[in-house]
């Protein structure tokens, strides 16, 4: 089992405190597609070809934590400069659900704590995701 697999691919993925403006209304987009989960390599997630399963907990929880712990390819990761030029790497939140729904396909997760800011220029959102083994259960929440 890789100890803090998880909380590394959490800390990576979580949403950033400092979220968008209100201004930036949300809007359907034509954009292209983001790149689909590359397949091959034995310490990449599997690709998009592979259907989420959904069968109920059948595994351990050290090899869900030994799964969720690989390396997520380059390309998945997004970078995103603030205004004040602080540099924050993340993965989108889409691309965190599908490696979930392929190696942990029993998580669940739940909103903890919405705060605003007093200027309403920003949202933070705490987020709590829950793991099942057959053996154990893991919640994090950031």
Do not use: C
């Amino acid at each position: 089992m890789a100890p803090g697999a998880l909380t590394r691919l959490l800390r990576v993925a979580s949403t950033p405190r400092m979220a968008r403006p209100f201004a930036a209304k949300s809007r359907a987009s034509r954009r292209p597609q983001d790149p689909e989960l590359p397949t091959g390599d034995e310490n990449d997630f599997a690709g998009s070809e592979v259907a989420a399963p959904t069968e109920s907990i059948d595994k351990p929880l050290a090899e869900v934590l030994k799964e969720l712990g690989k390396r997520v390819p380059d390309s998945l990761v997004k970078t995103r400069v603030e205004d004040n030029g602080f540099t924050m790497k993340y993965i989108p939140w889409h691309i965190v659900n599908k490696i979930l729904n392929i190696h942990a396909p029993a998580w669940s997760g739940e909103v903890r704590n919405i705060v605003y800011s007093s200027d309403g220029k920003s949202v933070s959102v705490v987020y709590r995701v829950t793991l099942h083994g057959i053996d154990a259960e893991l919640q994090v929440e950031k």
